[in-house]
């Protein structure tokens, strides 16, 4: 598994505007992500977190502001910089190993050694089901898979698509625990969620977002700066 | 009318001293091998139904390269692949339902087909392109086929590890930078390939059985993509080979004998109310 090295670079994005067909997904987004920082982003459904995930991630080109990784745009750095996707894009009846999707993180560089496989396997405790297919494991297994996958890519900052959607609490407490381990270990992670209340409190930061930050701080700050927003408030109760 | 054969050198003498059957058998066992390998691919992108378009979008390319004079296996895969382009650029610039935009593409390039033969005074037998005609099959089929085969191993030699990206998570394909465009052209040109490659034998409709069919017992038994294919064309082969070797016993035409075939693959098991 690749750790972080002692270059982790802030990423960061000023001024983002995203629209689709001409109607307004995101305005005037600003944020930076710590290096060994757990933010969750949440916000409603539509309220623009993944479009900003694929935004920061270099995937779609903002039409105002811009994306940087330390001092380089971006579209410079995209390797650095790893999304993991909703766990509803994935085909998981397709025929393929957890170790072979593990192993994926790396489709562009030199192949991944079987040290490196079976660090980020370790890792992330799924090293006893390596040759499994990926539809034998449950709903968390196969999440804790997709975070291997990041794990293994030269990334030092990690972007999460909603991970805790649709697993049972066990499942989403071990990959939270996993995803705090990570924060400490140097990564800074960036978790679309639809937490709400004490939910947040395992996180560093929470960004809300809905269409624009509307609020940015540690949990207790940012739900007492949304009390008097309740619309919103009860928007973000997933 | 057929497809016109290609004179290939030095095979004819070859040929000419082969039992009658042995040149039929052996392109309904490389049809038999290279249509389901192919499939396995088209079915774990989610691309077969393009597949379906450009079966039925080779036929305008056939039948201008008919009327000029070239292959028309060159007219058949251009017109393929230029059909499944179409699609996709209709359906990204406007929107529209995926299926409902391919669906119209394939029945427009399939009546533009249909015109051309009476406008450029084709004899094209329209039978035989949909059903093939697998006991008329030449060295310029099988060489076809074998050009097919190899265009299919040269994509998933190189690409190998991108086709498994791309096929279990398109959207982090897309994320860590593979080219996802040109990698599902490449496997359009490969289909279009073996789809005109295959037309020979067993002809467009059939095509598309032989390309899902024996994809379908194994997929969720396998652990690797490549053993998908491996499986499926070993199904594939035994489908032909079996199909083949009935018509012959029965005397009945053995390309619609081998899609029966294949519809006999699905049944087993299942619940008919």
């Known amino acids: 598994m690749r750790s972080p090295s002692a270059e982790v670079a802030h990423l960061r994005a000023e001024g983002l505007a995203y629209a689709y067909d001409g109607k307004p997904a995101l305005s005037n987004v600003n944020l930076s992500l710590e290096p060994g920082s757990l933010t969750a982003l949440v916000g409603a459904n539509g309220a623009g977190k993944s479009t900003l995930l694929h935004l920061l991630q270099g995937q779609l080109t903002p039409q105002a502001g811009g994306v940087w990784l330390g001092d380089q745009p971006i579209q410079r750095s995209r390797a650095r910089v790893a999304l993991m996707p909703q766990r509803g894009r994935i085909d998981w009846s397709f025929p393929i190993t957890v170790r072979e999707m593990v192993a994926l993180g790396q489709v562009r560089g030199p192949r991944t050694t079987c040290c490196e496989l079976d660090a980020a396997l370790q890792r992330v405790g799924l090293l006893p089901l390596a040759s499994r297919r990926l539809d034998a494991l449950s709903g968390g297994q196969q999440q804790r898979t997709l975070l291997a996958r990041a794990l293994i890519q030269p990334a030092k900052v990690l972007l999460l698509d909603e991970p805790c959607a649709a697993i049972d609490p066990p499942a989403r407490q071990q990959l939270l625990g996993l995803m705090r381990q990570l924060a400490d270990a140097g990564y800074s992670l960036l978790v679309s969620s639809h937490d709400w209340g004490d939910a947040l409190d395992v996180y560093d930061r929470v960004i809300v977002l809905d269409g624009r930050v509307k609020a940015d701080g540690t949990p207790s700050a940012v739900r007492h700066a949304l009390a008097t927003l309740t619309d919103l408030g009860n928007h973000c109760c997933g | ?273």
């Open chain 2, 1 to 273: 009318m057929p497809l016109p054969r290609l004179p290939i050198w030095g095979i004819t003498a070859v040929v000419d001293a082969m039992p009658w059957w042995l040149l039929p058998l052996l392109m309904a066992l490389l049809v038999g091998a290279v249509c389901p390998a192919t499939g396995t691919l088209l079915v774990t992108q989610r691309r077969l139904l393009q597949a379906n378009l450009i079966a039925h979008a080779v036929l305008p390319g056939l039948a201008v390269a008919l009327a000029v004079g070239i292959d028309p296996a060159l007219g058949g895969v251009v017109s393929g692949v230029l059909g499944a382009l179409l699609a996709e650029r209709l359906q990204r610039r406007d929107g529209r339902s995926h299926e409902a935009v391919m669906n119209t593409v394939l029945a427009g390039f399939l009546g533009l087909g249909v015109l051309l033969i009476p406008l450029l005074n084709l004899r094209l037998d329209l039978e035989s392109v949909l059903f093939g005609d697998l006991l008329a099959v030449g060295t310029t089929d099988l060489g076809r086929t074998l050009v097919a085969a190899a265009s299919l191993l040269l994509l998933v030699g190189w690409s190998y590890r991108s086709l498994v990206f791309l096929g279990v998570d398109p959207d982090g394909a897309a994320a860590v930078g593979l080219p996802v465009r040109s990698l599902r052209l490449a496997l359009a040109c490969v289909t279009a390939l073996v789809v005109v490659s295959a037309m020979a034998a067993v002809g467009v409709v059939l095509v598309i059985a032989l390309l899902c069919a024996p994809v379908l017992p194994g997929l969720q038994q396998v652990a690797s993509l490549r053993a998908a294919m491996v499986r499926a064309s070993l199904v594939g082969v035994a489908l032909s080979g079996a199909g083949f070797a009935l018509a012959l016993l029965l005397n009945l035409p053995p390309g619609p004998l081998i899609g029966v075939a294949c519809l006999g693959l699905l049944l087993p098991g299942a619940k008919l109310r």
